[in-house]
């Protein structure tokens, strides 16, 4: 055979091969056999052997596997993948009705329903149709860059069908990436009779599947996908929830077949029940549904927090349960002092995790439900998370339990416990071990001076060997007295040190939260810092002057007043400031509101600026930009190619203009 009539042959046998995957992995519903399907494989495969210079990436037979990796590389997100708030109590569902509907000043809301699958959030990105990157949710900006083994997975398609729905310049679409119930059991099955140790549950199976550094070896896991979301694209207009549902499934992404709809707070209650009941006989794990409004422009007008939509809530399930023995309780010292009653368990399993530990969350809970060391308890995972004691089975009784109080005196420091509504606190401060443990490990996270090296065991560490004192002392570490400490060598005592010094230039909202002011998250921090532009002003601030701040109520308010009170804080910032912390006196750069009240609306590809750096630009300066064309849109910007936005603009007769006029109206 001539490479001319080679490559009409290949593609012919993988559009077949897609054609019959699409059938068989998406709708279930194969039209050939598995030997006739192997036999096209076969083909295919003998051919791209003859003429190596045909196989391409999006072939079906390069879902083997690539390389193994040293490492995974890192992605950054096209847009942040956002996390969900939940809620577990029905009452919880109507309050989420009824701020929706207040907000949106309309009593009419259609929500999108649909199951909660337990496995792994991934991003996939598709360009002209190909799928060129699939990365881990990470830490919802940054995630691992997992394209090889997603590769692997057959309900992942490597192009996208384009008979139904036209396919945009690039799409970014989010999925879930599961490993069904029964598959699971034989893979831990496997496992044993090889003399491995078996996995805990699916999700814990789909997440070590999906990064494992050789993808040949995620090839031979037997993983899963649906797909819920269109993140982010080019060209491509939706206006609702299901819509966005409709062209993953024209393009061969598979959606889940259970997605309803529901009018009300008891619409979704009783989709609820109806899936919980359903539960059971599904062969994958669900542990709840999501709810999402459904109109995108709905979506727009709601926004989001710093780490979730407003606009979506996850219902979850009851806590699974079981029985076990408390042996005995201890007190746990959290960053802010409160001490936390914690049942230490005769190890139980409880959907599928070992629990040797449950938190009794504070006195009036253990005098409430009457625990004592000894008795025999249920205890299940809330919200299929944090282990908790849910009921004490008293006929089990036998007269030498033992009744629990929270000590007079810290059992870390000693300082004496002082009652704080239904808490009990260490009056110790960062005079507590505990306390500063904790302080310093929130002081150096991720959404805080994100100091990388300093994690949990190099801060005990530290700690314990007197080099930590106090927050501010993490600049004043030096190489020569980390090389004396047993976990330190050269090159990472080199790591830590270079990161503190870069972490003297964050910024002050991240500084904000750093200190670790009850009730002040990453969020609350941001705004802080807009409405005051440093430190210095925020200290001067009075209860009624920061509650006159969108965002920030009573509670807020007193925190932020209190901490800025206290002698020992202040102190604190006045050493780290002299110590090189820029943050601290960081001037606003806030931009004038030039824009406030403009509308913008993007459609076509820019040139001169991303389209996320375009809508950040508008925001900045007091204007909004939204997806959804209106009469209420003030400025319609057309790059290169423009959609279906470009004609329903004109209709309306918006004023559309180019990039140049744009960048006029910004005032570049």
């Known amino acids: 055979m001539q490479e001319k009539e080679a490559i009409k042959k290949i593609e012919q046998l993988r559009k077949e091969i897609r054609h019959h995957d699409y059938l068989y992995y998406v709708l279930n519903n194969p039209e050939i056999s598995d030997t006739k399907y192997d036999k096209l494989l076969r083909k295919l495969k003998e051919l791209e052997e003859k003429f190596p210079k045909l196989v391409t990436p999006d072939s079906p037979t390069q879902r083997v596997g690539g390389t193994p990796l040293d490492e995974f590389g890192t992605v950054r997100h096209s847009k942040p993948m956002l996390s969900l708030d939940s809620a577990i109590k029905e009452e919880e569902i109507l309050r989420f009705d009824e701020r929706i509907k207040r907000e949106l000043e309309t009593g009419e809301v259609v929500y ?54 036209n396919i945009p ?157 408390i042996l005995g309780i201890t007190v746990q010292v959290g960053r802010t002092g409160t001490l936390t009653p914690v049942a230490l368990l005769k190890p139980v399993d409880v959907g599928g995790v070992t629990v040797s530990r449950a938190s009794l969350h504070n006195q ?76 310093i490990a929130h002081f150096a996270s991720k959404g805080a001076m994100d100091i990388e090296h300093l994690g949990r065991k190099s801060v005990e560490l530290l700690v314990d060997e007197g080099l930590l004192k106090r927050v501010s002392d993490i600049y004043r570490l ?33 500084f904000i939260y750093a200190l670790g002011i009850p009730n002040v998250g990453e969020h609350v921090a941001r705004v802080l810092a807009d409405k005051f532009g440093s430190l210095d002003k925020l200290k001067e601030a009075k209860i009624e002057d920061l509650v006159q701040i969108f965002e920030i109520g009573p509670e807020i308010a007193e925190s932020v007043n209190s901490f800025s009170r206290e002698p020992n804080n202040l102190e604190e910032i006045e050493h780290m400031k002299s110590l090189g912390v ?60 423009p959609g279906s936005k470009y004609e329903k603009a004109r209709k309306l007769n918006l004023e559309c203009i180019d990039e140049n006029k744009f960048k006029q109206i910004l005032g570049k």
Not at 124 to 146: A, K, M, P, Q
Not at 410 to 429: E, F, H, I, L, T
């Open 364 to 439: 009036d809970f253990v005098n409430i439900m009457d625990v004592r060391i000894g008795d025999f308890v249920k205890v299940g995972r809330a919200g299929d998370v944090i282990p908790e004691v849910t009921e004490v089975i008293k006929s089990k009784r036998n007269g030498k339990e033992k009744k629990f109080y929270i000590p007079k005196n810290c059992p870390v420091c000693g300082s004496n416990v002082v009652k704080d509504g239904a808490y009990y606190k260490c009056a110790g401060g960062l005079s507590c071990i505990a306390q500063l443990k904790r302080s």
């Open 478 to 510: 030096n190489k020569e007295d980390l090389l004396s400490l047993p976990r330190f060598a050269e090159k990472s005592a080199e790591n830590l040190i270079e990161s503190v010094e870069k972490s003297k230039d964050k910024n002050l909202a991240r």
């Open 112 to 165: 999108v329903a649909e199951p909660k699958l337990d496995g792994l959030s991934v991003e996939l990105i598709y360009e002209n149709g190909y799928f060129v990157r699939g990365s881990t949710r990470g830490d919802g900006v940054i995630g691992e860059d997992v394209t090889e083994n997603i590769k692997t997975i057959r309900t992942v398609p490597l192009i996208l069908r384009s008979s139904e729905k």
């Open 169 to 325: 310049k690039m799409v970014a679409v989010r999925g879930e990436v599961i490993m069904h119930i029964k598959d699971f059991e034989n893979f831990n099955k496997m496992l044993v009779e090889n003399g491995y140790q078996p996995l805990a549950n699916p999700r814990n199976a789909a997440a070590g599947s999906l990064r494992r550094l050789n993808p040949k070896e995620t090839a031979e896991r037997p993983l899963d996908i649906y797909f819920y979301e269109i993140m982010d694209s080019q060209g491509l207009s939706i206006e609702t929830q299901l819509e966005g549902l409709d062209y993953l499934s024209k393009w061969g992404l598979r959606t889940n077949g259970f997605i309803e709809t529901c009018n009300d707070s008891q619409g979704i209650i009783n989709y609820h029940h109806k899936m919980e009941e359903k539960r059971e006989t599904l062969d994958y794990e669900i542990d709840g549904v999501v709810i999402k409004v459904n109109k995108i422009d709905f979506q727009e007008k709601l926004g989001q927090k710093s780490r979730s939509p407003r606009w979506a809530i996850a219902f979850k399930f009851p806590s699974r349960k079981e029985e076990t023995q």
């Open 582 to 641: 820029n943050a601290i006196s960081e001037v606003s750069s806030k931009k004038p509101d030039t824009l406030m009240g403009k509308t913008f609306l993007f459609t076509g590809s820019l040139t001169q600026f991303s389209r996320d750096e375009a809508k950040r630009i508008v925001e900045e300066l007091g204007g909004r930009a939204v997806s959804l064309v209106s009469k209420n849109v003030d400025y319609v910007v057309v790059g290169d190619n």
